[in-house]
């Protein structure tokens, strides 16, 4: 009876073992397929035989290992020279957009100077300038005005005093001339008297 209980007990044990290795082993596969390296480096590290001062690990785990290393490596490298790519493009994009941005300044800062000022013969004046500029010409042109009207009635007064003197002088001519034709007459009369006197 102790024997087949010693002989269960043994059968037990290796089942288990074996179910354990079985466990393991299934972990293993699962732990170095999907887990992280880091987690599959832990997972090899716990789960390999001491021996002395050493560990001795599965040979297809240590080549699974170096496979997802590998993997993840050059998953990184591809991912870094896509990244590396995006990044150009996008500099490219930046430096297109900044030009762009730098002519879209310069058309407002033009249109701005455009809005501001107002082209007078082919030269543009800002409105500040071209305000003071026309009522400049505005009081230019008043002044001009005031000193033509003044010049025009000053010239009327003395257009209207030379006719009045005129008139008064053409009045004394032709009283004069009455008086000289009156005058010549009656020297033509006593002539004609004298001349009268002497045929007699």
Request: glycine content about 2%; charged content about 30%.
């Given at each position: 009876?102790?024997?087949?209980k010693h002989?269960?007990?043994?059968?037990?044990?290796?089942?288990s073992?074996?179910a354990s290795?079985q466990?393991?082993?299934?972990?293993?596969?699962?732990k170095?397929?999907?887990g992280?390296?880091?987690?599959?480096?832990?997972?090899?590290?716990?789960n390999?035989?001491?021996?002395k001062?050493?560990?001795?690990?599965?040979r297809?785990?240590?080549?699974?290992?170096?496979?997802n290393?590998?993997?993840?490596?050059?998953?990184?490298?591809k991912?870094?020279?896509t990244?590396?790519?995006?990044?150009?493009?996008?500099?490219?994009?930046?430096?297109?957009?900044?030009?762009?941005?730098?002519?879209?300044?310069?058309?407002?800062?033009?249109?701005?100077?455009?809005?501001?000022?107002?082209?007078?013969?082919?030269?543009?004046?800002?409105?500040?300038?071209?305000?003071?500029?026309m009522?400049g010409?505005?009081?230019?042109?008043?002044?001009?005005?005031?000193?033509f009207t003044y010049?025009f009635?000053?010239?009327?007064?003395?257009?209207?005093?030379?006719k009045?003197k005129?008139?008064?002088?053409?009045?004394?001519?032709?009283?004069?001339?009455?008086?000289?034709?009156?005058?010549?007459?009656?020297?033509?009369?006593?002539?004609?008297?004298?001349?009268?006197?002497?045929?007699?």
């Amino acid at each position: 009876m102790m024997k087949v209980k010693h002989l269960f007990l043994a059968i037990t044990l290796c089942f288990s073992l074996l179910a354990s290795g079985q466990n393991v082993a299934k972990n293993a596969n699962l732990k170095l397929k999907e887990g992280p390296i880091k987690e599959q480096f832990e997972f090899i590290l716990k789960n390999s035989n001491k021996y002395k001062n050493y560990k001795v690990v599965k040979r297809d785990w240590i080549e699974k290992l170096q496979r997802n290393v590998a993997d993840s490596i050059n998953a990184i490298k591809k991912e870094y020279t896509t990244e590396v790519s995006k990044v150009a493009t996008q500099q490219t994009e930046i430096e297109k957009l900044k030009t762009d941005l730098a002519s879209v300044n310069q058309k407002i800062d033009d249109l701005n100077t455009e809005k501001d000022s107002i082209s007078l013969l082919g030269i543009q004046f800002s409105k500040g300038t071209y305000q003071m500029l026309m009522w400049g010409i505005i009081a230019v042109l008043a002044v001009l005005w005031l000193f033509f009207t003044y010049r025009f009635k000053a010239s009327n007064t003395i257009t209207k005093e030379a006719k009045a003197k005129l008139a008064e002088i053409e009045l004394e001519f032709e009283e004069h001339r009455k008086r000289a034709l009156e005058r010549e007459q009656q020297v033509r009369r006593k002539l004609q008297d004298e001349i009268n006197k002497n045929k007699n």
